[in-house]
Structures are given as C-alpha cells and as structure tokens.
Nanobody
C-alpha cells in the first residue's frame, strides 16, 4: 500500500486548498478512504471519509460545509477540497486506507495571515 499526499501550503484565512492523494498497491475502488489531520492542540483527528462508490461521505463537525471529499477510482486518487479555511485547520493532513493498513506521509496545511 502506498499513499502520497500533495497540495498543501500556506494560505490566508478564508482561502482554499485542494489536497490530493495518489494511491497504489491495492484495489483502490474496493475500500473506504479517509482523511486525517495532526494538529498541535487536538493531536490526530479524523476529518472525512468516503465510500468506494462516492455515494456516502462523512465529515467531522468542524469542517462540515467547508470541506468536500471526492475520489476518482479510475485514476486511484482521493481529494479533499478545503474552502473558507481557518487558522484552526492548520496541521499535517494524511490520507489513509484503514482496511488495508496504509497511511501517507502527510502534506502540511498552514492557515495564517
């Protein structure tokens, strides 16, 4: 299992970023996929999950209405569109396949003016 995140960066409050996770080494279209983040105040926090067919998405309350998870099974990619970013969204964001036991190395998101 290999997961490689990209798309993080420094953005001002209210800005947007789109994270991407390139997956390989497993049958991507068979698994739920997840985003987590590691923050200074909350530690490791689950952010979002999406089922194999993209028909079900879940979000932690803190990001509902601002973040949107999606996936492209043909390209084996997972995405997280993050809008109206807040300073408390700052952290290291990981994609994960809990069923196959895979985690990426993370991509840093910093929200600051």
């Amino acid at each position: 299992v290999q997961l490689v995140e990209s798309g993080g960066g420094l953005v001002e409050p209210g800005g947007s970023l789109r994270l991407s996770c390139a997956a390989s080494g497993f049958a991507f279209g068979d698994y739920w996929m997840y985003w987590f983040r590691q923050t200074a105040d909350k530690g490791l926090e689950w952010v979002s999950g999406v089922n194999p067919r993209s028909s079900v998405q879940y979000y932690v309350d803190a990001v509902k209405g601002r973040f949107s998870v999606s996936r492209n099974n043909a390209e084996t990619r997972l995405y997280l569109q993050m809008n109206n970013l807040k300073p408390e969204d700052t952290g290291l964001y990981f994609c994960a396949n809990l069923g196959a036991g895979g985690w990426g190395q993370g991509t840093q998101v910093t929200v600051s003016s």
